[in-house]
């Protein structure tokens, strides 16, 4: 999953590389993490941005498309639904 941000895998891809069903993936994602492997994916790609934007001089659209998402309006409703502020407002503590 770490090395597919700009184009994440769909479920069933993930499958066939863990040699198990969609199924059993699912289960255990739940059980071992406590949540779905779609939220996962979207954690590791929401996180990376965040780290993108903090340590990196990209910019928010280049961060973006680095990290598998599809659209800025997408990406910005994303990045606020899981920090509670908009990507823009992201402090770079690069200089």
């Known amino acids: 999953m ?6 994440p895998l769909q479920m069933d891809q993930l499958a066939v ?3 198990r069903s969609r199924r059993q993936i699912e289960r255990l994602f739940k059980e071992q993490l406590g ?8 954690e ?3 996180t990376e941005a965040r780290r993108l ?3 990196t001089e990209l910019s928010q659209v280049d961060v973006l498309v680095v990290c598998g ?4 309006s997408h ?3 994303c990045y606020s639904s899981y920090f509670g502020y ?3 407002r992201e402090t770079r503590l690069v200089k």
């Open 2 to 7: 770490d090395a597919n941000l700009e184009e």
């Open 17 to 19: 590389y863990a040699g």
């Open 35 to 42: 949540t779905t492997p779609q939220r996962y994916y979207l």
């Open 44 to 46: 590791i790609r929401i």
């Open 53 to 55: 934007l903090q340590h």
């Open 69 to 72: 998402f599809v659209s800025p």
């Open 75 to 77: 990406f910005s409703k």
């Open 86 to 88: 908009r990507p823009s």
